[in-house]
């Protein structure tokens, strides 16, 4: 994966990953307020030789301090140290759990000791440190001292009295607060790039590319209202679901620019991703562009078309295959253009051997014969074998992909399928598409009601349509459509 592909995920995910964050940095808050807080109070001795002599006894007396000083570090956490100043100061610590809060130090080089004690309370914590010095003081004092009497030749001054601290060390909010902060992002964008890896389902425009490089005729956007108002005709001229259709019958007339494909099949991988939506609008489409245009309603097991037309359906391709009726007459006009449907007539027992029967052939003749397009609404493609045995009848396939309804893998399946009984498949229609984001289709438009609004904010007055323009678009839709768009 390159930039482009982790920053669509993150756009993709960015609800997760900026909860975790917040979550993080909520988690981080209530860690510093319900943590006690702990005080750290410090204290500093000075290790000396007891003696004065040349100049090189005194370097062999530092020399011998700063030997002296690691060992007297490690005593300072023994009861030797620890029990005196517990006694001073009359606590109720043992001196493994005193020796928890002292901690002591020094530096490579010197005979400096550093002390410093951590307590809740800021009082109490330099009192120990002072009791814990005096203590190492007089402990070293009784060490070293020589067996055969006399002073200690080692000597321990505080240099640096313990205070009691005006600011808690513990909890670090700040800190407490920045590791929340990234602990919660470094997680959601684990989380983002499981989720992704995890998730199947084709989301995009990218995902499609990622499986096939079949091409990508148009992408129809979702639109809530699409439930209530399925057909083209109920929306509006220039909204994005309008033009979408109407991209999409340019792009299939320049992918059968040869004309050998009359008769288009449209199917998808599953039930549920739009194909009778699309394959409805698209017929509606291309008979406004002026085409004589007959739809038929090849699913034989769940016929919608003729409930989204408002047709009659129990006369129809069924009748037809039967013999019953001639094709013509069974015909149903539709809309003020030259549009036809071809309902699936009733349910028969035996879909799959109808469709790819002899007289499926004569039928869709005849109809090749009379309109200039014939569209065909076929079943899925995976549930059953409707739709690949009726495209080897037909001239080219066009599969509709329902995006974050279908999954990769059952895309690739269908488009196997397809391969395999050598159907010509014009392109993909990616549905369903998200109108903003990563996913969002590659396509701008600008509608009617924005260009008045614009016009006006900006005081510009719109050009006047002539008369001969209104007559080309009247009689010549199609050819008047490609002009403008090419001029």
Same mark, same amino acid.
């Given at each position: 994966m390159d930039l482009h592909d982790y920053l669509r995920i993150l756009r993709r995910n960015?609800?997760?990953?900026?909860?975790?964050?917040?979550?993080?940095?909520?988690?981080?808050?209530?860690?510093?307020?319900?943590?006690?807080?702990?005080?750290?109070?410090?204290?500093?001795?000075?290790?000396?030789?007891?003696?004065?002599?040349?100049?090189?006894?005194?370097?062999?007396?530092?020399?011998?301090?700063?030997?002296?000083?690691?060992?007297?570090?490690k005593t300072i956490r023994t009861p030797v140290v620890l029990q005196p100043a517990i006694d001073a100061l009359g606590l109720s610590l043992t001196t493994d759990e005193l020796a928890k809060k002292v901690e002591a130090e020094t530096e490579l080089n010197t005979v400096l000791i550093s002390i410093s004690v951590t307590d809740t309370s800021p009082v109490q914590a330099a009192a120990i440190a002072e009791a814990v010095s005096n203590s190492l003081i007089k402990a070293v004092e009784t060490l070293e001292k020589p067996k055969t009497g006399g002073a200690s030749p080692i000597g321990l001054s505080i240099i640096t009295p313990a205070q009691a601290p005006t600011s808690p060390s513990a909890p670090n909010t700040r800190l407490n607060l920045i590791a929340g902060l990234l602990g919660g992002a470094i997680l959601g964008l684990g989380g983002a790039l499981l989720r992704t890896k995890l998730d199947d389902r084709v989301r995009g425009e990218a995902d499609f590319r990622d499986i096939t490089d079949v091409p990508l005729l148009g992408g129809i956007t979702f639109d809530q209202d699409a439930t209530k108002k399925p057909l083209l005709t109920q929306a509006r001229h220039q909204s994005p679901r309008a033009e979408s259709f109407r991209q999409l019958r340019t792009n299939l007339q320049f992918a059968n620019v040869s004309g050998s494909a009359k008769t288009v099949l449209v199917t998808s991988s599953l039930p549920g991703e739009g194909k009778t939506t699309t394959s409805t609008n698209l017929a509606i489409a291309l008979a406004q562009a002026g085409q004589s245009v007959c739809l038929v309603d090849?699913?034989?097991?769940?016929?919608?078309?003729?409930?989204?037309?408002?047709?009659? $359906?129990?006369?129809?391709?069924?009748?037809?295959?039967?013999?019953?009726?001639?094709?013509?007459?069974?015909?149903?006009?539709?809309?003020?253009?030259?549009?036809?449907?071809?309902?699936?007539?009733?349910?028969?027992?035996?879909?799959?051997?109808?469709?790819?029967?002899?007289?499926?052939?004569?039928?869709?003749? $005849?109809?090749? #014969?009379?309109?200039?397009?014939?569209?065909?609404?076929?079943?899925?493609?995976?549930?059953?074998?409707?739709?690949?045995?009726?495209?080897?009848?037909?001239?080219?396939?066009?599969?509709?992909?329902?995006?974050?309804?279908?999954? $990769?893998?059952?895309?690739?399946?269908?488009?196997?399928?397809?391969?395999?009984?050598?159907?010509?498949?014009?392109?993909?229609?990616?549905?369903?598409?998200?109108?903003?984001?990563?996913?969002?289709?590659?396509?701008?438009?600008?509608?009617?009601?924005?260009?008045?609004?614009?016009?006006?904010?900006?005081?510009?007055?719109?050009?006047?349509?002539?008369?001969?323009?209104?007559?080309?678009?009247? #009689?010549?839709?199609?050819?008047?459509?490609?002009?403008?768009?090419?001029?």
């Open positions: 960015w609800v997760l990953v900026v909860a975790t964050t917040m979550a993080g940095l909520l988690i981080g808050g209530a860690a510093s307020i319900l943590v006690q807080p702990t005080y750290k109070a410090h204290t500093q001795l000075f290790v000396a030789i007891q003696s004065s002599g040349s100049v090189q006894e005194m370097q062999q007396g530092n020399t011998f301090s700063q030997a002296r000083v690691q060992s007297y570090v090849g699913d034989l097991r769940r016929p919608m078309v003729g409930e989204y037309l408002g047709l009659d $359906r129990n006369a129809g391709l069924t009748t037809a295959l039967l013999g019953q009726t001639d094709v013509g007459d069974l015909l149903q006009p539709w809309g003020d253009d030259n549009l036809y449907v071809l309902t699936s007539g009733q349910i028969p027992p035996n879909p799959s051997e109808l469709l790819g029967s002899t007289e499926m052939s004569h039928v869709l003749t $005849r109809l090749e #014969e009379t309109f200039d397009t014939v569209i065909i609404d076929a079943p899925p493609l995976l549930p059953v074998t409707d739709a690949a045995v009726l495209s080897q009848h037909v001239g080219g396939v066009l599969l509709v992909v329902g995006a974050q309804k279908v999954q $990769r893998s059952d895309l690739a399946k269908s488009l196997n399928a397809l391969e395999m009984v050598g159907a010509n498949l014009l392109g993909v229609v990616l549905n369903r598409l998200p109108v903003k984001g990563p996913d969002a289709y590659a396509y701008s438009y600008y509608s009617h009601d924005e260009n008045v609004l614009s016009n006006a904010e900006n005081g510009v007055q719109r050009m006047p349509v002539s008369k001969e323009t209104r007559r080309g678009q009247k #009689e010549h839709p199609a050819t008047y459509e490609l002009s403008q768009r090419s001029s």
